[in-house]
């Protein structure tokens, strides 16, 4: 792992030494422009005091320079536009999430963190593998949280009633701190919990040790969706659940939706919200009936029958 930088902590994870780049490279051009400011206010204050028997003097007619002006627009234009460029890259490397990354489910709500693994799972530390992406989808269960792991420059909010996403990828095993950076209420100083990176096969076998809640292909039955909903794309009740996730749907009122996350979501709890063309609303509703890791274990079934 590559050593404390000056102002921040040791960047840990595969992205944060080019953020670290651009933010150096913003605080350098920001002390560069600081101290030729500051000095040359210093200096021209000091160089054209006022003087004893200045007072009948007038100032210079001389009113602007174009070569001057052309210069302290042009150099900060063209600064500009580098640190947009850069930081536009960035955003795009954070924001679109490789396919094949590991899905953790993140739970908050004041004044913790709940964090489900696809294969049922379930912890108040997040626990990751060595050296592969891992997508963290997250929702809150009361007021807005955000998720920030200071060693590998990801923060993110964290919502009641929908999903927010981000992701990393960490090549070094050990503990970080993970942190609640929301104001959510009297005791949110305390929602602090750690982040463990382990090897591939430990990760494995801690999976195996802590797994508690049903998988998703058990709550598929245990709660009737076969009746109305199949695995093999034949036509049913209701859409079929093979290759559903990530297609856009038709809907009845004539609008198209994204099959992601928060449509499944509402879909399972709200089932009458968006009815997809074709098919009559005769989906019961799970609200209250269904529990949050039950919901995210099910959501990630219907995932996993993507095909790639």
């Not at 080019?18 to 051009?29: M, P, R």
């Not at 919502?159 to 503990?175: A, K, T």
């Amino acid at each position: 792992m590559n050593e404390r930088t000056f102002n921040l902590p040791p960047p840990a994870s595969t992205i944060a030494s080019e953020y670290d780049a651009l933010f150096y490279f913003i605080y350098g051009l920001s002390v560069f422009f600081f101290v030729i400011i500051c000095s040359g206010t210093v200096f021209f204050a000091i160089k054209y005091r006022a003087k004893k028997g200045d007072e009948e003097k007038l100032t210079s007619g001389f009113c602007h320079s174009t070569p001057l002006e052309l210069l302290w627009s042009v150099i900060p234009t063209l600064l500009m536009f580098v640190i947009f460029v850069w930081g536009f890259k960035l955003y795009m490397r954070y924001f679109v999430i490789p396919a094949n990354a590991t899905e953790i489910k993140v739970t908050a709500w004041q004044w913790n963190w709940n964090f489900t693994y696809g294969e049922g799972a379930q912890s108040n530390v997040l626990v990751v593998p060595k050296g592969k992406p891992v997508k963290l989808l997250m929702s809150s269960n009361d007021v807005i949280h955000s998720l920030f792991i200071p060693d590998f420059r990801v923060k993110m909010d964290v919502l009641p009633n929908r999903y927010s996403s981000m992701w990393f990828q960490c090549d070094y095993e050990g503990e970080y701190d993970l942190y609640c950076t929301e104001y959510c209420g009297q005791q949110h100083s305390t929602m602090v919990t750690r982040v463990i990176v382990k090897s591939e096969s430990d990760y494995q076998k801690w999976i195996e040790e802590n797994s508690v809640t049903p998988a998703g292909d058990v709550l598929y039955n245990r709660y009737g969706c076969n009746t109305c909903h199949s695995l093999d794309g034949s036509a049913n009740n209701g859409p079929s659940f093979k290759n559903l996730f990530g297609k856009k749907k038709m809907l009845t009122d004539g609008s198209t939706v994204d099959v992601d996350e928060n449509y499944l979501r509402e879909s399972i709890l709200n089932p009458q919200a968006k009815i997809v063309k074709g098919y009559e609303p005769v989906m019961p509703t799970f609200q209250n009936t269904i529990s949050d890791d039950k919901l995210d274990s099910l959501i990630l079934f219907i995932k996993s029958l993507k095909e790639e």
